[in-house]
């Protein structure tokens, strides 16, 4: 058994989701537990360098990590040979040119999504990174978390039947910033900085849908922005002009009815931050991050419409949980160490940047059914 060595750059390690999920609960681990093993037992050892515009915050994270690379200097990183991947998880306008940057220097590049703000623009990123002949990768996240996985095995087990009808709820209550500290960066609503949850969730909602359920055909979607005054970072008032709620219908292959609300404001009473429901002839189910539950049509209940007594059912006690039988890992390591397999042993790959620009492709549509009041039809991309 053999170890090898892969060159990593990481961008956009400061923030939240790329401190938390990529770097220590992704690249971090995956050194702590050995490496990634390759089909042929082989072990590959991620070599990090951190970089960032923030020298001294990077060098911080470094060290605490047992980290020994870290710059400011992003190009002379990609001017490094014996680098041959590069990641982002920076802010999203930039994210384009930051991936050409890479792409043109010869990396393999894996990113957060979405991977632009516009259609155009993410296209022609794929189309690049395609005539470069490198490989590259977009976080599916959502894919590989425990309650999906869950909905997976029922489908693929023929529980559900014909499946045609999802619902799913998304978000929580994101504090305004003014008597106790958002949640969020201050940026995600506004419109200038590339905020907004249609953009943000629609491209999460593209592949949970395409992969579960059937290929988004067709979308309608109504957004709103229902606080539109917040507090920043600093403690200064700012206009939030961008969309913190969305409610959108989608049209699937085979007739499945899909339909999802996002909200940054909205109130939590449900099982988890995000469930969905799905329904079919000869089953239902509902899953949230980690925990899934089933009624199969066998088991279903007579429930009697009778607006004048109280309701005597205890709607909740009549689903039954689907066991762990297996061992879940973090959902971004275990995505992380696919690409991973895949860069060094040419692995099967399906989520590259292609996926990513369906997931701008639906949140642009989502955005024009707002302005526009109507159904946007999805077409097929052109590569």
Same mark, same amino acid.
């Given at each position: 058994?053999?170890?090898?060595?892969?060159?990593?750059?990481?961008?956009?390690?400061?923030? @939240? *989701?790329?401190?938390?999920?990529?770097?220590?609960?992704? $690249?971090? +681990?995956? %050194?702590?537990?050995? =490496?990634?093993?390759?089909?042929?037992?082989?072990?590959?050892?991620?070599?990090?360098?951190?970089?960032?515009?923030?020298?001294?915050?990077?060098?911080?994270?470094?060290?605490?990590?047992?980290?020994?690379?870290?710059?400011?200097?992003?190009?002379?990183?990609?001017?490094?040979?014996?680098?041959?991947?590069?990641?982002?998880?920076?802010?999203?306008?930039?994210?384009?040119?930051?991936?050409?940057?890479?792409?043109?220097?010869?990396?393999?590049?894996?990113?957060?999504?979405?991977?632009?703000?516009?259609?155009?623009?993410?296209?022609?990123?794929?189309?690049?990174?395609?005539?470069?002949?490198?490989?590259?990768?977009?976080?599916?996240?959502?894919?590989?978390?425990?309650?999906?996985?869950?909905? @997976? *095995?029922?489908?693929?087990?023929?529980?559900?039947?014909? $499946?045609? +009808?999802? %619902?799913?709820?998304? =978000?929580?209550?994101?504090?305004?910033?003014?008597?106790?500290?958002?949640?969020?960066?201050?940026?995600?609503?506004?419109?200038?900085?590339?905020?907004?949850?249609?953009?943000?969730?629609?491209?999460?909602?593209?592949?949970?849908?395409?992969?579960?359920?059937?290929?988004?055909?067709?979308?309608?979607?109504?957004?709103?922005?229902?606080?539109?005054?917040?507090?920043?970072?600093?403690?200064?008032?700012?206009?939030?002009?961008?969309?913190?709620?969305?409610?959108?219908?989608?049209?699937?292959?085979?007739?499945?009815?899909?339909?999802?609300?996002?909200?940054?404001?909205?109130?939590?009473?449900?099982?988890?931050?995000?469930?969905?429901?799905?329904?079919?002839?000869?089953?239902?189910?509902?899953?949230?991050?980690?925990?899934?539950?089933?009624?199969?049509?066998?088991?279903?209940?007579?429930?009697?419409?009778?607006?004048?007594?109280?309701?005597?059912?205890?709607?909740?006690?009549?689903?039954?949980?689907?066991?762990?039988?297996?061992?879940?890992?973090?959902?971004?390591?275990?995505?992380?160490?696919?690409?991973?397999?895949?860069?060094?042993?040419?692995?099967?790959?399906?989520?590259?940047?292609?996926?990513?620009?369906?997931?701008?492709?639906?949140?642009?549509?989502?955005?024009?059914?707002?302005?526009?009041?109507?159904?946007?039809?999805?077409?097929?991309?052109?590569?």
């Amino acid at each position: 058994m053999a170890t090898q060595r892969l060159g990593l750059i990481m961008h956009g390690i400061t923030g @939240r *989701m790329g401190y938390n999920q990529h770097l220590v609960r992704s $690249i971090c +681990a995956i %050194r702590d537990q050995g =490496g990634v093993v390759l089909p042929n037992g082989d072990k590959v050892m991620p070599d990090p360098i951190l970089v960032g515009r923030n020298a001294e915050k990077v060098e911080e994270l470094a060290k605490r990590h047992g980290i020994a690379r870290w710059g400011s200097d992003l190009d002379k990183a990609l001017a490094n040979r014996d680098d041959t991947l590069f990641f982002d998880a920076g802010s999203t306008q930039m994210r384009a040119e930051l991936l050409t940057r890479a792409i043109d220097a010869g990396k393999h590049v894996y990113c957060e999504k979405p991977i632009s703000e516009t259609l155009e623009v993410a296209a022609k990123l794929a189309r690049h990174a395609d005539a470069r002949g490198i490989r590259h990768g977009v976080v599916q996240d959502k894919l590989y978390l425990p309650g999906l996985q869950k909905i @997976r *095995m029922l489908r693929d087990s023929g529980f559900f039947g014909r $499946i045609f +009808a999802v %619902r799913g709820e998304f =978000g929580y209550w994101v504090f305004e910033g003014d008597w106790q500290a958002a949640q969020r960066p201050s940026w995600n609503y506004r419109k200038g900085d590339g905020g907004g949850i249609i953009l943000d969730m629609l491209c999460h909602w593209r592949y949970v849908l395409d992969n579960l359920f059937g290929e988004v055909k067709s979308v309608s979607c109504l957004g709103a922005t229902h606080i539109p005054e917040r507090v920043d970072e600093a403690g200064k008032r700012y206009t939030a002009d961008a969309d913190d709620a969305a409610y959108a219908t989608f049209q699937l292959e085979g007739g499945v009815v899909a339909h999802i609300n996002s909200s940054w404001a909205v109130r939590v009473r449900r099982d988890d931050l995000v469930t969905f429901q799905v329904d079919g002839t000869h089953g239902s189910a509902v899953a949230g991050l980690t925990r899934c539950f089933t009624q199969h049509r066998v088991n279903t209940p007579r429930p009697v419409w009778n607006p004048d007594q109280p309701q005597t059912m205890t709607f909740l006690d009549q689903w039954e949980e689907v066991p762990d039988n297996v061992v879940y890992d973090n959902g971004f390591k275990a995505q992380w160490e696919d690409f991973i397999r895949h860069v060094v042993a040419g692995t099967p790959w399906k989520y590259t940047l292609w996926e990513g620009v369906k997931g701008v492709q639906l949140a642009e549509a989502g955005l024009q059914s707002w302005a526009e009041r109507r159904w946007v039809d999805l077409p097929a991309l052109e590569r």
